[in-house]
C-alpha cells in the first residue's frame, strides 16, 4: 500500500496521559498535515509542514499538542495531559509538486476516559 | 478565515434520481474548491474539485458548479447508486500560497433508498 498510513488506529487511554500518533505519508510528498475530525463535523485543520519544516499552526493547536516532521519524512503528533475533549479522529494527509489533491489516511481514534 | 457552510446536512434519494449539495464560502480569495467522500470508518477521498478559474468541471456522473460572484458551489451526482451513499464535504482554500489548508463545511449524509 503506498498510501498514507497511521499508527495507531485506535488508541484509548485515561485522562492525563500522553498520546503520540504516526504518519507515514505518500514517500513523494513533500507537504504533510494534521488535521482533527470529531463527530458528525468535516475536518480542521491543525497544522502542516514543508519538508521538515512546521509552516503554520493553528490556533486550535493548544501548548500541549506538538508536532515533529525530523527529516522530512514521517511526521508524529504528540498530545500531552490528554484532556476528555481531545477524543476526536486525527487525520494525516499529504501532498506533492502542485498545490490540490490532499491524500488522507484512514487516521487514528483517540479516546480520552 | 474562511468559513464554510454546507447544506443539507442530511439527503436521501431514490437510487437512479440526482442529488445536489451546496456550499457557501466567505473568502473572496479562495481558488479551489474540492469535494471529499467519507464512507463510514474510512478516510476522505476526493471525488472532484474545482479551480476559480472555471464555472463547470465534470467527470462522468458527477459535476461541480462555482458561482464565484455569489461565492457558492455545488457538488450535482446524477444516476445516483447505492455505492453513493456516503458522507460528502466541501472545502474551500487558496493554493496560491502553495499549500492545501481546507476549511472544510459541517457534511452531507447521502442515503440512496434501493
Known amino acids: 500500500d503506498t498510501g498514507v498510513s497511521q499508527d495507531p488506529r485506535h488508541k484509548i487511554t485515561k485522562r492525563g496521559q500522553n498520546v503520540t500518533f504516526r504518519c507515514d505519508p505518500i514517500s513523494e510528498h513533500n507537504r504533510l498535515y494534521w488535521y482533527r475530525q470529531t463527530l458528525g463535523q468535516g475536518p480542521e485543520f491543525l497544522t502542516y509542514f514543508q519538508n521538515e519544516a512546521q509552516l503554520e499552526k493553528s490556533r486550535l493547536l493548544s501548548d500541549r499538542f506538538s508536532a515533529e516532521r525530523p527529516k522530512g519524512s514521517f511526521s508524529t503528533l504528540e498530545i500531552q495531559r490528554t484532556e476528555q475533549g481531545d477524543s476526536a479522529m486525527y487525520l494525516c494527509?499529504?501532498?506533492?509538486?502542485?498545490?490540490?489533491?490532499?491524500?488522507f489516511g484512514e487516521g487514528s481514534r483517540l479516546t480520552v476516559l | 478565515g474562511e468559513n464554510v457552510e454546507q447544506h443539507p446536512s442530511t439527503l436521501s434519494v431514490q437510487e437512479g434520481d440526482s442529488a445536489v449539495i451546496k456550499c457557501t464560502y466567505s473568502d473572496s480569495a479562495s481558488n479551489y474548491f474540492p469535494w471529499y467522500k467519507q464512507e463510514l470508518g474510512k478516510r476522505p477521498q476526493l471525488i472532484i474539485d474545482i479551480r476559480s478559474n472555471v464555472g463547470e468541471k465534470k467527470d462522468q456522473r458527477i459535476a461541480v458548479t462555482l458561482n464565484k460572484t455569489a461565492k457558492h458551489f455545488s457538488l450535482h451526482i446524477t444516476e445516483t447508486q447505492p455505492e453513493d451513499s456516503a458522507v460528502y464535504f466541501c472545502a474551500a482554500s487558496n493554493v496560491d500560497f502553495g499549500n492545501e489548508k481546507l476549511t472544510f463545511g459541517t457534511g452531507t449524509r447521502l442515503t440512496i433508498i434501493p
Open positions: 494527509a499529504s501532498s506533492g509538486k502542485s498545490a490540490g489533491e490532499l491524500f
